[in-house]
Structures are given as C-alpha cells and as structure tokens.
C-alpha cells in the first residue's frame, strides 16, 4: 500500500525527458527547521521546484547544509515541507512506504539478525509469503554478491558488504523508487568504485527511479542520468544537467573529454556555492558574537 493523499494538481512534465510524466515533483518547497535554542527559524530550502522522471536516475550535489538530505526526506515521508508539494505519481505523500526503498550513508542493519533475515525483514513486515520473500532474498543477495554470506551477522562484514546488504534490503520490496543519502561516502576509494558499477548494473537491469545525494561530483556524473547542482542555503536549484554519456557505462568514461569538461563546470559551480556557504556561516557567527 503506498502512504500518499489525493492532490488536486494534476502530474507535471520533465522537460528534455521525452515528454514523460513526472515520477517526483518538488512544487514550491519551501522548509524550515526551529532550533530548540530559540531564535529565528532555519530556511533549509526556499521555493524549490523540480521534477525527476520515471527511470531516472537523478543527482543532487550541492555544499553542505544546502538540503540534499532534506529534499531526500521530504520524498521518503520523513519530513513535511513547511510550503509547497511533494508528489509521488501525482499525490501528496503522506509518510513512508514500501513503495519508496531508502538507504543510509549507514546501513542501520539490525545487529542480532544475520544477513538473510535482515534483508528478510521488509516482506515478512508486510506478509509476503515465505517462499516468496525467500526466493526473493537468494535472488537479490546473489545479485549483490552476498549468497554466500546469508548466515553471517552485519559485524562479521565489511563496510562494503554491510551497504550491499542495505542495498538488497530496500531492494526487495521491488520498489519503483530508490532513495540514496550518500550510500557510498564512508567507503575507501576502491571500494566505492566496486560499489558504483554493482549499482549501475542493478539500475541498467531494472530502471527503477533514483534519487541519489552525494558531495562527489566525478560519482554523480558517473552514476546519473542527470545531476542537479543546489545552491547554498537555502537551498534553490542552480543547475540541472542531463548527463548524456554512453551506457552501459563503465570507468573508461572518466577520459571521456565531455565527462572531463562537464565534471570541471560542475565542480567550479559546487567550489563556488560551496565558498558563499562558509562565508555565510562566518557572517552569522560574527553577528551572534556582537548580540
């Protein structure tokens, strides 16, 4: 059963995507945060509007603190925007769903079930048929190259291994849409590697809609079939850039000239949100000096 509300508009159409339908719209968002120490609210985003269609493969790159993770939230019903609407397949989103599978910079994987019965857990939850769930965990953990590793606890892994397990996880529930906080970006650089073409494949095999955060603009063009870059707080859309480069893809693209010219307009664009954020963070901390 998927948790969203009527919603009286109707789907919008991404542009520059064949004309498609709107898998996730971002209308107006507007969000704020009230810190527990008082003061004047926190504008995480101011106005936001983006449209991410079905079978993309979207990337949110941006400084810290611009919203990436808020944005994130917003689509996985973690969070109520202060303005504006989120729409999945043209409704409201009321609050999480197993239409909408999630993973964490940390796997947060249950420490006493073991491998199988952690990726287990959703279906069972949900009352999947046994046979069916089981048959469903082989499947996937033998597609992230974990069968062999069922029975092992989350501790007996590697941190590589515990993400593949995450990954699997929100995988099972074959949901139409994937949500990704900086899955990667606790990883050392082989390992990540590894973990970027295990996730292309899955996503050229199946196509689901993705919705992947990340600060690494070289994992966002490699990965995306677009990257949005977001500008510092609050959080606005600065650039969308569709990522027109050869699939399937693998790390040869990386010489690509067009890869290499598009990753150096990107980064300049991060660098320089990325300066306004810290100059920002020192102007406010001054003016809370002088009160």
């Given at each position: 059963?998927?948790?969203?509300?009527?919603?009286?508009?109707?789907?919008?159409?991404v542009p520059?995507?064949?004309?498609q339908?709107?898998?996730?719209?971002?209308?107006?968002?507007?969000?704020?945060?009230?810190?527990?120490?008082?003061?004047?609210p926190?504008?995480?985003l101011?106005?936001?509007?983006?449209?991410?269609?079905?079978?993309?493969?979207?990337c949110?790159?941006?400084?810290?603190?611009?919203g990436?993770?808020?944005?994130?939230?917003?689509v996985?019903?973690?969070e109520?925007a202060?303005?504006?609407?989120?729409?999945?397949?043209?409704?409201?989103?009321?609050?999480?769903?197993?239409?909408?599978?999630v993973?964490?910079?940390?796997?947060?994987?249950?420490?006493w079930?073991?491998?199988?019965?952690?990726?287990?857990?959703?279906?069972?939850?949900?009352?999947?048929?046994?046979?069916?769930?089981?048959?469903?965990a082989?499947?996937?953990?033998?597609?992230?190259g974990?069968l062999?590793?069922?029975q092992?606890?989350?501790a007996?892994l590697s941190?590589?291994?515990?993400?593949?397990?995450?990954?699997?996880?929100?995988?099972?529930?074959r949901?139409?849409?994937?949500?990704?906080?900086?899955?990667?970006g606790?990883?050392?650089?082989?390992?990540r590697?590894l973990?970027?073409?295990?996730?292309l494949?899955?996503?050229?095999?199946?196509?689901?809609?993705?919705?992947?955060?990340t600060?690494d603009?070289?994992?966002?063009?490699?990965?995306g079939?677009?990257?949005v870059?977001?500008?510092s707080?609050?959080?606005?859309?600065?650039?969308?850039?569709?990522?027109?480069?050869?699939?399937?893809?693998?790390f040869?693209?990386l010489r690509?000239?067009e890869?290499?010219?598009m990753k150096?307009?990107?980064?300049?664009?991060?660098?320089?949100?990325?300066?306004a954020?810290?100059a920002d963070?020192?102007?406010?901390?001054?003016g809370?000096?002088?009160?």
């Amino acid at each position: 059963m998927t948790d969203t509300v009527a919603a009286t508009t109707s789907a919008a159409i991404v542009p520059g995507v064949r004309g498609q339908p709107a898998k996730i719209s971002f209308r107006g968002i507007t969000k704020e945060f009230v810190s527990q120490a008082g003061g004047r609210p926190i504008k995480a985003l101011d106005g936001l509007s983006l449209d991410i269609a079905e079978k993309d493969f979207v990337c949110l790159i941006g400084p810290s603190g611009c919203g990436k993770s808020t944005l994130l939230n917003l689509v996985g019903g973690f969070e109520r925007a202060t303005s504006g609407e989120v729409l999945l397949d043209g409704a409201g989103i009321a609050g999480p769903g197993p239409d909408r599978g999630v993973v964490f910079q940390e796997g947060a994987l249950f420490p006493w079930l073991n491998v199988l019965n952690n990726v287990c857990y959703g279906p069972k939850r949900l009352g999947v048929p046994r046979e069916r769930y089981l048959a469903d965990a082989h499947a996937i953990l033998d597609e992230v190259g974990l069968l062999s590793f069922a029975q092992h606890l989350p501790a007996e892994l590697s941190g590589g291994m515990r993400q593949r397990v995450a990954i699997a996880r929100a995988l099972i529930n074959r949901p139409p849409v994937l949500l990704m906080d900086e899955p990667f970006g606790a990883l050392d650089p082989q390992t990540r590697v590894l973990m970027q073409e295990m996730l292309l494949r899955i996503w050229e095999h199946d196509n689901r809609t993705v919705l992947f955060i990340t600060h690494d603009v070289e994992e966002a063009l490699f990965l995306g079939t677009r990257v949005v870059v977001m500008s510092s707080r609050p959080g606005r859309v600065l650039k969308d850039v569709r990522a027109d480069l050869p699939r399937p893809r693998d790390f040869s693209v990386l010489r690509n000239p067009e890869f290499v010219e598009m990753k150096a307009e990107l980064f300049a664009l991060v660098r320089e949100q990325t300066i306004a954020a810290a100059a920002d963070s020192s102007s406010r901390a001054s003016g809370a000096r002088a009160r």
